[in-house]
């Protein structure tokens, strides 16, 4: 994958061979429940990267758009443009990976896929990419709203990394995500760190996968401490009085 990547490390949806949805998945949102297995071994073959240095900005090897070996199927090597703006190049957004580099990406980390089912995988991720911006982008706007200049600076998958959060709830019966992100936004010239679990639900209808995300601040400062607080009061507003919780309004 070049630089104009995309937010989302490709192996998280090998789990999704199999499954082809009629339409797009329900819209992200942000959650604390339902989740798929938990990561237990690496699956990437590290040395494969030693003659394809990582892209700093995104933790990737950078991917060519030729057909890997073996392949039956052609696959697009049309890239499409997210809705996120890049932060280190002003004006431009973010690309996502054409379906080619997908597949390339699955089979450099060792995820057997069948061919056919790579568009369907491409649609989905590019979908969880754009809802997890919109949940960046309502944390901002709850809480920044003086900064309208919101962009993503660089981006790295975890999956064997578990946040506090999720590692908390896995105490109490929680599955745990299949995959984290964090992603790194520029908020007017200060670099903020967001974290994004990512959780399978139930499907929605047979064939349809369905997914929860929760975005959040990474607990990496006291402003960050501030803004989640905000939120959980806002949250238990909202359930308990209904409402658009003015009460955490006030407190912006």
């Known amino acids: ?13 090998a789990h999704l061979a199999g499954k082809t949805p009629a339409g797009h ?15 237990s071994s690496c699956p ?60 390339n990406a699955l089979r450099r980390k060792g995820w057997e896929t069948p061919e056919n089912e790579i568009s369907t995988m491409v649609d989905i991720h590019n979908f969880l990419n754009e809802g997890c911006w919109d949940e960046v982008l309502r944390w901002e706007k709850l809480f920044h709203c003086e900064c309208e200049d919101i962009s993503l600076l660089k981006f790295q998958g975890r999956p064997q990394d578990l946040t506090p959060k999720a590692r908390v709830f896995s105490w109490f019966g929680v599955e745990k995500p299949f995959d984290r992100h964090d992603w790194t936004i520029d908020r007017c010239g200060k670099p903020v760190r967001y974290v994004i679990d990512y959780y399978s639900a139930p499907d929605e209808a047979p064939g349809v996968p369905a997914f929860n995300v929760d975005v959040r601040p990474a607990l990496d400062s006291p402003g960050a401490f501030w803004d989640r607080s905000r939120m959980a009061f806002r949250e238990t507003w909202e359930r308990f009085f209904g409402g658009d919780g003015a009460g955490a309004e006030g407190m912006h």
């Open 1 to 13: 994958m070049s630089s104009s990547g995309c937010p989302v490390d490709h192996s998280s949806f």
């Open 25 to 39: 998945p329900p819209i992200p949102s942000q959650s604390q429940s339902s989740s798929t297995s938990s990561q």
């Open 44 to 103: 990437v073959d590290h040395s494969k990267f030693q003659s394809n240095p990582l892209n700093p900005k995104n933790m990737m090897p950078d991917l060519a758009q030729t057909p890997a070996p073996g392949q039956t199927v052609d696959l697009s090597t049309e890239r499409s443009t997210s809705s996120i703006p890049r932060g280190d190049d002003k004006g431009r957004r973010w690309e996502y990976p054409s379906p080619q580099q997908f597949y």
